[in-house]
């Protein structure tokens, strides 16, 4: 049951990751001075991350951001982190 609800929150906070980043592009966000700094936003989506506890660490989170930019499908990212996890007994 735990890893069900925990699937769920990590492809919810995934869901957000790609709303977020199709509405605001990280390269728009870097060259925007009006914009929040690339890294106070990934330290809020790090607190995201945690307040959903997805146990996603700092680097497997930009890793995630880096594929939803990428245009991968963040339910599709959410099944491989949980097949990993599964398979390694996480």
Known sequence: ???CLHLAL???LLH????KETSTPRQAMATDSSAKPLSET??????ISRILDTG????TLNVCVQLCELGVNPEAIAAVIQEIRCGFGL
């Not at 957000?16 to 709303?19: A, G, P, R």
């Not at 996603?56 to 680097?59: F, Q, S, V």
């Open 16 to 19: 957000f990751l790609s709303i």
């Open 42 to 47: 990934m330290d809020t989506l790090m607190e």
């Open 10 to 12: 990590t492809r919810s």
């Open 56 to 59: 996603l660490d700092a680097a």
């Open 1 to 3: 049951m735990f890893v």
